[in-house]
């Protein structure tokens, strides 16, 4: 699960990492007011106008704003609230902004990048940082990975101060600030084990021109298996920058993500429905989802799966492929069955039972004399659909 | 010969008085495994599955009382990673973890536990294993498998049947078919499942079906480049899934590297694997390599 910057800043600030003094504002109406404050506050006239959308990218999209006084800071504010932004990571349809993070402007001196995530090959957890901050942390690794420090951290034993000396002297720095910087890298760790975070990340991690280190961005990650107790987690969610499909599909405990080509798809298993989406690309279509009903789809199941898949108007065929095991094919045949009484479909579907009570599965869809295509396997199933659009 | 397990396996069930529990110990049972005991915190002394199969309050009793070897979890994610450690500290060889949703943190500290006892775990978030006309162990059909010469390692449930349901199609069939489960940490990797089926006498091929996220499959395929004699057939599902989205399972997602489907297709064809473009290919894919060595 995602949250915004302005969120992660708050849980920061409990975990005592410095961060500098912001509120977020949700309607236009406060933006003066939030403004002064922040101003007052700060004991500083320039403030950052930043937006606050799940994707990232922001500054190059124009959603991040110095503002040297009251003036600009409103014109800015005004400029970026409700805009559409859109930077590499939300696509062409962009993401609405729907908050702004007002923050005092900061005399930066040096930039670093800072991040936690699991090492997936170790099981162990990686902290790295590196001077090249506010950079692309990819490309830093890819053109110059000597100058990424990492420690290797052991769930068991955890967090150790020589762990976070090894990374502020990694970032030659000296006095106060390398202090600071350790006293940052322990928190953030503490942050990280105790909100169950997937990632936390600080791009820039900076060096003020007072010598104070300070978290200037914030970017944190849940572990979605862990939120059930991570209940002031979870009160984070934001579903305004959720795909609206995806979360109806939540609510049926669908699994199903959004995709821009017009052949919907229904799978059981998440590896059977990734291939089938794959086959049908093979085979000259383009998937319009990723929809995987589970392990145990009932009739129920496959019902709510159509619906959700007809909500997407580009949809223009749909491919149902179960290998059941533990799911027996002759349910999923009557919930398509009837599914399509019900909601009388107008787009072709071509269906591929195989595997517990395929038979009875045949039968019954040839008995309901609905148009429903029959495939005998993937490729069959994949060659159908794209061919009946 | 089969790898993993075997007619000899001796099993306990975690969970076994749920619901997924006892409807699959069952359906293990009928299969032919060798379940000996299960357990559930509070039910000790009860029977369970006809009053067949006794139910203990801890794994370190069942063991002790069965002489059981191998373990099989059903319970809650909430539960799962501690039922895991339970079983490794009750001197438990092998642990199958079915469990879907295990917080990564909590399996973080779990590996660690197994590392130092030196228990295999396969899982979490798996279909587990099936050693043909022998032990199934876990939530996979047993009907579609056909005792055969084939090895099949994956790491999700349904494409790991679909590619069973191919090998039968072109009269191949299995020794031992494993679901290594799709979380971003699990027990048991890819590599170590292949070289299980490299010594394993009767295993004469591999299919190796992995998916988009993490370097699992990279590293067995440079592994299989220098130690494996015998073909291997390999999918990656995934090829048009969108980067940085959450594909099902929890360790399906692309975070860009070498963890995309073309780039491990890639790195699984220099090493000498036979890789699918699509997955209608495996079974004749199989077919072929086996004929031609």
Redesign the interface.
Same mark, same amino acid.
């Not at chain 1, 572990?223 to 862990?226: I, Q, R, S, V, Y």
């Not at chain 1, 298993?269 to 990734?274: E, H, K, Y």
């Given at each position: 699960m995602k949250i915004h910057e302005y969120q992660g800043k708050e849980i920061f600030r409990s975990f005592n990492i410095p961060v500098p003094i912001g509120y977020a504002v949700n309607k236009l109406d406060d933006v003066e007011k939030v403004i002064k404050k922040v101003q007052n506050e700060s004991k500083k006239d320039a403030v950052v106008v930043k937006a606050q959308i799940h994707a990232g990218g922001r500054g190059k999209g124009g959603g991040v704003k110095f503002s040297s006084g009251l003036s600009t800071a409103v014109n800015n504010a005004n400029k970026i609230f409700g805009m559409n932004l859109v930077t590499h990571?939300t696509g062409e349809r962009g993401q609405k902004v729907r908050k702004i993070l007002i923050e005092e402007a900061s005399n930066i001196s040096k930039e670093f990048y800072c991040a936690i995530t699991?090492d997936?090959?170790l099981?162990?957890?990686v902290f790295m940082v590196s001077t090249e901050g506010g950079m692309e942390i990819?490309k830093v690794a890819e053109e110059t990975p000597e100058k990424i420090v990492k420690v290797w951290i $052991?769930?068991?034993i955890g967090m150790k101060s020589f762990h976070a000396r090894k990374l502020a002297f990694g970032l030659q720095l000296t006095g106060s600030a390398y202090k600071e910087a350790v006293s940052l890298f322990l928190n953030l760790f503490k942050c990280f084990?105790r909100t $169950?975070a997937?990632l936390a990340e600080i791009n820039p991690l900076v060096l003020t021109n007072d010598n104070k280190i300070v978290a200037l961005d914030c970017k944190l990650n849940f572990?979605?298996?862990?939120l059930?107790?991570q209940k002031d987690i979870l009160s984070l969610r934001d579903t305004n920058e959720e795909d609206p499909t995806e979360l109806e599909a939540d609510k049926f405990d669908l699994?199903y993500?959004k995709?821009d080509g017009n052949v919907g798809c229904m799978?059981?298993?998440?590896?059977?429905?990734?291939?089938t989406?794959?086959?049908?690309?093979?085979s000259g279509g383009e998937?319009a989802n990723?929809l $995987?009903v589970g392990?145990t789809a009932s009739a129920d199941t496959v019902k709510n799966g159509f619906k959700i898949i007809l909500s997407d108007k580009n949809v223009k065929a749909i491919l149902i492929n179960i290998?059941?095991?533990?799911v027996r094919c002759d349910r999923v045949a009557n919930g398509v069955v009837e599914a399509v009484k019900e909601l009388g479909l107008d787009v072709p579907v071509v269906v591929r039972l195989?595997?517990?009570n395929s038979e009875e599965a045949k039968e019954i869809l040839a008995r309901s004399k609905l148009s429903i295509i029959p495939a005998s $396997?993937?490729?069959d199933a994949?060659l159908k659909v794209v061919k009946s659009i | 010969m089969s790898i993993l397990v075997n007619k000899n396996s001796k099993v306990i069930v975690q969970g076994i008085t749920g619901g997924e529990g006892a409807f699959h110990s069952q359906q293990m049972i009928d299969y032919g495994s060798n379940i000996v005991a299960g357990v559930t915190p509070g039910k000790g002394g009860s029977f369970i599955l006809k009053q067949n199969i006794p139910v203990f309050n801890s794994v370190e009793e069942a063991q002790s009382n069965t002489n059981a070897n191998v373990s099989i979890i059903f319970v809650p994610p909430a539960f799962a990673s501690e039922a895991i450690i339970e079983a490794s500290e009750a001197n438990i060889e092998l642990i199958v973890c079915i469990t879907e949703g295990v917080p990564i943190n909590d399996m973080a500290i779990a590996m660690r536990v197994l590392e130092k006892n030196k228990t295999k775990l396969i899982g979490p978030n798996c279909p587990g294993i099936i050693s043909v006309d022998e032990c199934k162990l876990g939530i996979m059909p047993g009907f579609i498998c056909k005792k055969g010469t084939i090895g099949v390692v994956s790491k999700s449930g349904t494409l790991t049947y679909e590619a069973i349901g191919q090998l039968a199609s072109v009269g191949l069939g299995q020794t031992t078919a494993v679901g290594i489960g799709g979380d971003p940490i699990i027990g048991t990797t890819m590599k170590e499942i292949l070289e299980l089926f490299e010594k394993d006498q009767e295993t004469e091929g591999v299919v190796m079906i992995g998916e988009i996220g993490g370097q699992m499959e990279n590293e067995a395929a440079l592994w299989a480049k220098k130690n494996m004699t015998k073909p291997v057939v390999g999918f990656i599902a995934g090829q048009t899934a969108p980067p940085g989205r959450r594909m099902g399972h929890a360790g399906a997602i692309v975070s860009g590297g070498d963890d995309t489907a073309e780039a491990k297709m890639q790195i699984m064809k220099e090493s000498g694997i036979e890789v699918c473009e699509s997955v209608a290919d495996i079974g004749k894919k199989m077919k072929k390599s086996l004929e031609t060595t």
């Open positions: 990571q699991l997936r090959s099981g162990l957890f990819e $052991d769930p068991l084990i $169950d997937s572990d979605g298996n862990a059930y107790r699994n993500i995709l799978v059981n298993g998440a590896g059977l429905a990734m291939a989406m794959d086959i049908i690309k093979i998937p990723f $995987d392990g290998f059941g095991g533990i195989e595997g517990t $396997d993937m490729k994949a | -």
